[in-house]
């Protein structure tokens, strides 16, 4: 059980902690300062410590190095006893386990770091072998240019070691580079230990800057948590060092562990500027949902559109050209990279209207093949009587060709040299002539059953909904769902284009046959937030941010999940859920 540490924020497996110790560090931090070690087995028997509440305390260990048999690892394991004050245990991945401590340090960390692939799954098997609370560290290993990285991995603490070591080696650390002291004219830093000329800069005087440097890394590498960024900052900083750049890339290839700790919605600006864009969770994630939940409920044609650079599309001044064209005569679905295909009715929901990408109108072949792919299996799900390409030539031109010709389509092309030419629009108006209209009405209930089937699964929005008249009390995007007998349901929350519930549409919910998200809580009402310990039980699929049933003996409620399913269950401490409606049962 984790007593001494806490999760306050998350940014995928990057986390904002903190150590309760008589002055709290705020995590991911050095902690030199607050860390007493009581020595290794290797050297002699080791008395229990008596611990303070003023360090963490790195338990009696036996160090092993990469490499080292399994068997080796296991005739010479510790078994760790529970200990009521601020602790460490030291382990390896495959023989790390809950000890009740509140840290763990993985020993053989040295030889794994700098090698990609066995980084990322020596992390993978720690953090699943230990508890979902506690604080992982690695030790001799950080620097200020890979210590971004080792954070966005999931590592909470650091030590000074390695970055002091280097500089009385003869090595000046940037977060960008290294350099031999004697290679430099002048001192690219301002810091304490940088306050004198570099003829006089010695290697004690390095090592005090290396420390530093690593010190305003993780600083700013919090403020990147907090903001719920700091994936857009390691794009950039995976780039200064090879091996973190393919550690970068065999983390997106871990799907599973990085999607369930990314949030469903975030209110921060998705920065897509990279050929790695393509490949974050939040993107994939759409794309997966557009493809296999989504169903096109307009029985109008269909008309694929370019995007624009101002979101949500449909107040850009193009988008609105082409409205004004469609006349609610046809669905429209905008392309885009690196997001994939945008049905209207999704145009709000995150990531869609949040993100922002290098406009130069040269795609790449990945995005191209990406974009390509997605519209394949969307209209490989969806049926229309007809497919209307109103795209600009060029990579979306091609992208439709290619779709076309590999399932066999008709596409009409109605695009004279640009999309919103007063010909183009022309075309596009007639195209579309003798086409029947859909209401207003038709519009704003395939919205909320849209964004239904988005956010809980297949069929969600037709199961809630099914048995209902839906009555609209507001206009879009600020939707209002109400049912025949005057009870409200749900609310559209237009900054992330989700779907919240009343209490009466959780109950509706439940009741379904739409896929649920529920925590099963101990017999208590919450108010405001129910914390990790008092859930029982938790589905696995519940992401964070994620719409949530809170069900217990005494209370029925409904909230947003602030971590995933599986480590509320983990947990024992932090807030699990935050609590929107509640009553008492």
């Keep these: 059980m984790t007593d001494y540490f806490e999760v306050h924020a998350r940014d995928g497996a990057a986390r904002i902690g903190e150590l309760r110790l008589s002055d709290s560090v705020t995590t991911p931090a050095l902690v030199d300062d607050v860390l007493e070690d009581a020595g290794s087995l290797w050297a002699a028997e080791r008395e229990m410590p008596e611990g303070s509440d003023d360090v963490l305390t790195v338990l009696p260990h036996r160090s092993l190095p990469a490499g080292s048999a399994d068997e080796v690892r296991e005739s010479f394991a510790v078994d760790y006893p529970a200990v009521d004050f601020p602790s460490v245990a030291t382990v390896t991945a495959d023989t790390a386990a809950d000890y009740g401590s509140d840290a763990y340090i993985l020993s053989d960390a040295q030889g794994f770091v700098g090698h990609a692939r066995a980084f990322r799954d020596e992390i993978i098997e720690a953090k699943e072998n230990l508890p979902a609370d506690a604080a992982l560290m690695l030790s001799g290993v950080a620097t200020p240019r890979n210590v971004s990285l080792l954070v966005y991995a999931g590592v909470d603490l650091f030590d000074e070691k390695r970055a002091r070591a280097r500089g009385l080696e003869g090595f000046y650390l940037t977060n960008d580079d290294e350099y031999f002291l004697e290679d430099l004219d002048e001192l690219p830093c301002a810091c304490a230990a940088c306050q004198k000329p570099a003829s006089e800069f010695t290697r004690a005087d390095a090592a005090d800057h290396n420390a ?122 905008s392309m885009t990279s690196p997001i994939g295909v945008v049905p209207q009715e999704l145009e709000l929901t995150y990531p869609a209207q949040h993100y922002d990408s290098v406009v130069t109108g040269d795609w790449s072949e990945d995005e191209k093949s990406f974009v390509a792919e997605v519209l394949r299996r969307y209209l490989s799900r969806n049926e229309y009587s007809r497919i209307i390409a109103h795209v600009p030539p060029g990579a979306y031109t091609e992208i439709v060709e290619r779709v076309e010709s590999d399932l066999g389509l008709d596409v ?174």
Aim: proline residues 5%; negative net charge.
């Design 412 to 585: 009409e092309y109605t695009v004279s040299e640009h999309p919103t030419t007063t010909e183009s629009i022309g075309n596009l108006m007639r195209t579309l002539d003798g086409e029947p209209k859909y209401t207003r009405e038709e519009r704003e209930h395939n919205v909320v059953k849209a964004i239904a089937d988005y956010q809980l699964g297949p069929g969600a929005g037709d199961a809630l909904f099914e048995d209902v008249e839906l009555e609209m009390t507001s206009r879009y995007p600020k939707l209002q769902v109400w049912n025949d007998e005057g009870v409200q349901l749900a609310t559209m929350v237009p900054q992330y284009g989700v779907i919240s519930f009343t209490l009466a549409g959780a109950k509706v919910w439940r009741d379904s046959d739409a896929p649920t998200k529920t925590v099963e809580i101990d017999g208590f009402v919450p108010h405001g937030s129910v914390l990790a310990p008092g859930v029982v039980d938790a589905d696995a699929e519940i992401r964070p941010g994620d719409e949530v049933i809170v069900d217990g003996p005494r209370a029925f409620a409904i909230g947003r999940a602030e971590m995933s399913g599986t480590e509320m269950v983990d947990s024992t401490r932090g807030v699990a859920v935050e609590i929107r409606h509640v009553e008492e049962t």
């Design 212 to 333: 530093n440097a690593l010190r305003a890394e993780l600083a700013r590498v919090r403020r990147r948590i907090r903001d719920g960024r700091l994936r857009d900052y390691i794009e950039g900083q995976a780039r200064h060092d090879q091996w973190l750049t393919a550690a970068f890339r065999r983390f997106d290839q871990q799907y599973s562990y990085m999607e369930e700790r990314i949030p469903v919605i975030r209110n921060t600006e998705l920065t897509a500027a990279s050929e790695e864009s393509i490949d974050r969770v939040e993107i994939q994630r759409f794309a997966d949902r557009v493809t296999a939940r989504y169903t096109n409920r307009f029985d109008n044609p269909l008309v694929l559109l370019p995007c624009s650079a101002k979101k949500p599309y449909s107040e850009s001044q193009s988008h609105r050209q082409y409205q004004d064209a469609v006349q609610y005569r046809a669905h429209m679905v």
